[in-house]
């Protein structure tokens, strides 16, 4: 019975032929294989025959040493070397859109960019609408009056003509001069109203400003 020289796997890159002896002088030749792991191998007799009948028939066993002594024993891998790639199949259709996602969180915020270049200068606006008249021949009118003790009188201010009154008031009140009344009387006066409660004459200052409109 002749010895069978049984494939085993090597290194990668490594090359490995076994050839194996069946009957009279039989050779079958085994691929090499490239693989870091064992490769699960396929164990297998073959018959010598007797008297020439039923040479080479091959049975598969599942064991080494379970071939009898007109057998000869054959291995080989059950993974072959790994074959070349193949061409690119061509492109698929375009699936259906798949359903939106959930929305993520909002990312930091970035850096301030650089300012930009100044614009030119915009064009002329239309011309606003006109406003109201302005005030001119601005001036300040006074008047006094003498009060008795216990009188009630009124100094009334009037604006030269032509003018309006803006505005007016009194001064150097004394606490005998009791103010009822301060503020403008036309368009174009102004009148304030004391009463003397002490036991002196008294004289009310009242002021009056002035000025023409338009």
């Not at 008795?148 to 100094?155: D, K, L, Y």
């Not at 009148?191 to 023409?212: E, K």
């Amino acid at each position: 019975m002749r010895s069978v020289r049984a494939l085993r796997v090597v290194r990668r890159t490594a090359v490995v032929a076994a050839v194996m002896s069946v009957g009279a002088g039989v050779a079958i030749a085994v691929p090499a294989v490239t693989a870091d792991e064992a490769v699960p191998q396929i164990q297998a007799c073959v018959s010598r025959g007797l008297l020439g009948i039923g040479k080479g028939s091959i049975r598969i066993v599942d064991r080494p040493g379970a071939c009898t002594s007109g057998e000869n024993a054959l291995v080989w891998n059950q993974r072959g070397i790994q074959g070349p790639i193949g061409p690119t199949g061509p492109q698929g259709a375009v699936g259906p859109q798949g359903v939106q996602g959930a929305q993520g969180d909002q990312g930091p915020q970035g850096v301030q960019g650089d300012s930009g270049p100044q614009g030119g200068p915009g064009e002329v606006g239309p011309q606003g609408v006109r406003g109201p008249a302005g005030l001119s021949n601005h001036q300040r009118v006074t008047a006094s009056r003498q009060i008795v003790p216990g009188a009630v009188i009124e100094t009334r201010v009037a604006c030269p003509a032509g003018t309006v009154v803006l505005g007016g008031g009194y001064s150097d009140a004394t606490p005998d001069l009791r103010l009822s009344e301060n503020g403008p009387s036309s368009e174009s006066s102004w009148a304030v109203t004391f009463q003397n409660t002490g036991q002196t004459t008294r004289t009310s200052h009242v002021s009056a400003t002035c000025a023409t409109v338009g």
